[in-house]
């Protein structure tokens, strides 16, 4: 069997030489190459937000007027605060709603961004930066010569048809294992179709330009060595990427020993793998299990109780685990809001709990996840969304724990997918049944069995 950790030529894998060939090539096409978009696939964790920076000031120092499309304002902010940082002396234009506090306090410190309601305000600046919804609304203003769509996996087609026309060239970087775009209403009426208005930006963009130059990000810097081989193969098996740490480059450690109980003994399995199965009994539940969200909040509160600590390649030393750097995932707000209650119970305060969707393009040392299958009685398109999963099992640094009701196997194997087979439609791969067993089967090798 060959090394996984060696190229096909037998040398050792160099993850940032890997990755710094991937950024070179996309910002020669992005810079110097004659085609009108440059798509970019990114894994979880491998530096999206810094190419996006690194392309707008490559752009903005060759003097290419540069207009960046974000999908929410916490993106927006948080890339013009980058670019802030990275070229403190570069203009940057900041186009925002007119509602009140449309933006980020902080950017009222920075005296290179000028803020506005109107385009017209921030003509001319090398860079501006606005939502997608907010760029639909631009009129009577010149094209800029290039766009940068950050998230474009996320950016549904119709929002990209209504900024189109603002731009000549433009590079498109997301996630496409995250979770599809969103809509309030039904879209079945579309489907197949080319112009589905409700598919991602980057699909449809291809079907009509399979020509277009495309790239991948080769590493992951978030995950660790013990993650990045699972969701790799379970979200990502034909784009597959590495982690850019080796196996000892993180350890999470505990200054106060086990205490015996299932939440413990779960917490030392992950620290010493990378990942915890805490198995309640088999049942069918409410979807705000009680018992599943107590043990969930347990697993938080041992975990800090225990004095965790965390060693990287980011610090010399160990790195005190604070409730920040600690988020629980759920796939429901209602899921989320019975886990706030119960760590306010046991006295847990300042950790992240949230749903997939508002988990995306996070980032924590450890999380919790209340598995979106545990105990339900049967396994809907919602639940085996493969992006949800996705999202759940990559937002760790060191460790995940999951905590799910046994019997998940058997309910996926009782609900094969019953989805309408639709002409046109690019079947997603791998579908949500067979990622679901994937991380199963690996979750199965790290099981805690526990009764509360």
Known sequence: ??????????????????????????????????????????????????????????????????????????????????????????????????????????????????????????????????????????????????????????????????????????????????????????????????????????????????ELPQHRLPVSWRLPASAAPLVSGAFYPYTPFRSGTGAGDRRLSFGVPSDGSGPDRVLDEAAESGWGLLELPARRTPRTDPEAVRAVALVVRRLLDRGGAAVSEREPGPVPLTPGRIAVGTAHRDQAAAVRAALAELGVSGVTVDTANRLQGREYDVTVVLHPLSGRPDATAFHLETGRLCVLASRHRHACVVVCRAGVAELLDEHPSTEPVQLGVTVKFPDGWEANHTVLAHLAEHRVPWRP
């Open 1 to 210: 069997m060959s090394d996984p950790g060696r190229r096909t030529g037998g040398e050792p894998f160099d993850p940032g030489a890997a990755a710094a060939r991937a950024t070179g090539a996309i910002l020669a096409d992005t810079l110097r190459g004659e085609a009108r978009g440059v798509v970019v696939d990114s894994p979880p964790g491998a530096g999206k937000s810094t190419l996006v920076v690194r392309a707008a000031l490559e752009l903005a120092a060759a003097g290419r007027s540069l207009m960046v499309v974000a999908q929410t304002n916490a993106q927006v902010d948080d890339l013009v605060l980058r670019l802030a940082e990275k070229q403190p002396e570069l203009p940057v234009g900041r186009l925002h709603s007119s509602d009140a506090d449309p933006y980020d306090p902080a950017l009222n410190e920075l005296e290179q961004v000028r803020k506005s309601a109107k385009a017209g305000d921030l003509a001319g600046l090398p860079v501006v930066i606005s939502t997608a919804a907010k760029w639909a609304h631009v009129r009577n203003v010149d094209p800029w010569e290039h766009a940068i769509v950050d998230e474009a996996y996320q950016m549904r087609s119709d929002a990209l048809l209504a900024v189109a026309g603002l731009f000549e060239r433009a590079l498109f970087v997301g996630d496409p294992g995250q979770l599809d775009p969103f809509s309030v209403v039904g879209a079945d009426q579309w489907a197949g179709l080319s112009y589905d208005p409700s598919a991602s930006a980057v699909s449809t963009l291809l079907a009509h330009n399979p």
